[in-house]
């Protein structure tokens, strides 16, 4: 490998990263229209593993979900979830009675913390045509010193996230929306406010990249004194083929950057699209196990037996795969009673 390429390699399922983030799950699923629940037509479930439904060659996934697709109530501990839904809608129902509808370039940035549960369900409002859904979940770690930080989520809309529009010299052009950190003079909203992201030094910085056909766009070194232990890895995710100072990355590939070195990245034939990743590493001992992760066995022992005394919470909801009407548009509503619309 040569210049700013440090390796090439498969990404697989879930896609795997570098500290700080723990990995990320990349949902692309074709859904059906909508029946009066919310979810497919139940003819469409028969021969499906229905709450073990994961079966990457099919058009669409129940995942845990029975009637309606996603993710029934589960708890977390001790890290963040970033959701980004560039496509459908993502209903969020949780232990401390906060809600929430996002979707269509929303993203939601959610501190778990000391522990809450949450219900990420898929519902398919459209009863006339199909209801895709496309959606990235990373997990971002805490460090020690926030893991028992109280939950919390916030939402970024998408009629606010920022969008750079880069042209190359031939005229092609690279767009570039702004989840988090900071690229071409311009800043992201602003993370959760427990966040290993919202401190500046930390350096973390989430995109979704757009690249036309054939275009190139050069992916700044960050400047000597920021680099120290920064990670920084692209995920492509949709296209046929790129280039990343000569190498040649193919789909279902990520790159694994030097972010001393300039980056220059050239796209295939196709439209292309990357995730890209960049953080400080926390550089502390990582304990996981299902939802939780902390610093030890000890401490994952500890989130065990306290989601067991207290389920987080409890579930406020009348079901543990809860969604929201389908009257409903996107919004927000917080532990403390704070509400967004959209």
């Given at each position: 490998?040569?210049?700013?390429?440090?390796?090439?390699?498969?990404?697989?399922?879930?896609?795997?990263?570098?500290?700080?983030?723990?990995?990320?799950?990349?949902?692309?699923?074709?859904?059906?229209?909508?029946?009066?629940?919310?979810?497919?037509?139940?003819?469409?479930?028969?021969?499906?593993?229905?709450?073990?439904?994961?079966?990457?060659?099919?058009?669409?996934?129940?995942?845990?979900?029975?009637?309606?697709?996603?993710?029934?109530?589960?708890?977390?501990?001790?890290?963040?979830?970033?959701?980004?839904?560039?496509?459908?809608?993502?209903?969020?129902?949780?232990?401390?009675?906060?809600?929430?509808?996002?979707?269509?370039?929303?993203?939601?940035?959610?501190?778990?913390?000391?522990g809450v549960q949450h219900s990420e369900m898929f519902p398919l409002l459209k009863d006339q045509e199909d209801n895709p859904l496309?959606?990235?979940?990373?997990?971002?770690?805490?460090?020690?010193?926030?893991?028992?930080?109280?939950?919390?989520?916030?939402?970024?809309?998408?009629?606010?996230?920022?969008?750079?529009?880069?042209?190359?010299?031939?005229?092609?052009?690279?767009?570039?929306?702004?989840?988090?950190?900071?690229?071409?003079?311009?800043?992201?909203?602003?993370?959760?406010?427990?966040?290993?992201?919202?401190?500046?030094?930390?350096?973390?910085?989430?995109?979704?990249?757009?690249?036309?056909?054939?275009?190139?766009?050069?992916l700044k070194a960050l400047e000597a004194d920021r680099v120290g232990e920064i990670t920084q890895t692209a995920y492509f995710y949709?296209?046929?083929?790129?280039?990343?100072?000569?190498?040649?990355?193919?789909?279902?590939?990520?790159?694994?950057?030097?972010?001393?070195?300039?980056?220059?990245?050239?796209?295939?034939?196709?439209?292309?699209?990357?995730?890209?990743?960049?953080?400080?590493?926390?550089?502390?001992?990582?304990?996981?196990?299902?939802?939780?992760?902390?610093?030890?066995?000890?401490?994952?022992?500890?989130?065990?037996?306290?989601?067991?005394?207290?389920?987080?919470?409890?579930?406020?909801?009348?079901?543990?795969?809860?969604?929201?009407?389908?009257?409903?548009?996107?919004?927000?509503?917080?532990?403390?009673?704070?509400?967004?619309?959209?």
């Amino acid at each position: 490998m040569s210049n700013s390429v440090k390796s090439i390699r498969p990404m697989g399922f879930p896609w795997q990263t570098q500290d700080p983030f723990l990995f990320c799950a990349y949902h692309a699923d074709h859904y059906p229209k909508g029946n009066e629940n919310l979810g497919p037509d139940p003819s469409l479930l028969k021969g499906r593993a229905i709450g073990q439904d994961f079966d990457p060659n099919l058009e669409w996934r129940m995942y845990h979900g029975k009637t309606v697709p996603g993710f029934p109530s589960h708890p977390h501990r001790g890290f963040e979830t970033i959701s980004i839904v560039p496509q459908g809608l993502v209903d969020h129902s949780d232990s401390l009675g906060a809600a929430g509808r996002f979707g269509n370039g929303d993203v939601q940035w959610m501190t778990a913390g000391k522990g809450v549960q949450h219900s990420e369900m898929f519902p398919l409002l459209k009863d006339q045509e199909d209801n895709p859904l496309e959606m990235f979940q990373i997990w971002l770690n805490l460090p020690r010193k926030s893991k028992m930080v109280e939950p919390h989520f916030k939402m970024l809309w998408s009629e606010e996230i920022p969008v750079i529009n880069v042209k190359d010299d031939a005229g092609a052009e690279t767009e570039i929306r702004l989840i988090a950190g900071e690229i071409e003079g311009q800043k992201a909203l602003g993370a959760a406010p427990d966040s290993w992201a919202n401190d500046p030094y930390n350096a973390v910085t989430v995109l979704i990249v757009k690249m036309d056909p054939g275009a190139t766009y050069q992916l700044k070194a960050l400047e000597a004194d920021r680099v120290g232990e920064i990670t920084q890895t692209a995920y492509f995710y949709k296209g046929n083929s790129m280039t990343v100072d000569g190498e040649k990355v193919n789909l279902n590939e990520a790159v694994e950057l030097d972010a001393s070195k300039d980056s220059v990245l050239v796209n295939g034939s196709e439209t292309g699209y990357f995730l890209f990743l960049q953080g400080r590493a926390i550089k502390e001992p990582v304990a996981k196990y299902g939802p939780f992760v902390m610093n030890s066995q000890q401490e994952i022992m500890e989130a065990m037996e306290a989601y067991r005394n207290t389920e987080f919470g409890g579930w406020p909801w009348g079901a543990h795969d809860h969604v929201h009407s389908g009257e409903v548009g996107r919004f927000a509503k917080h532990a403390d009673g704070q509400e967004e619309y959209k």
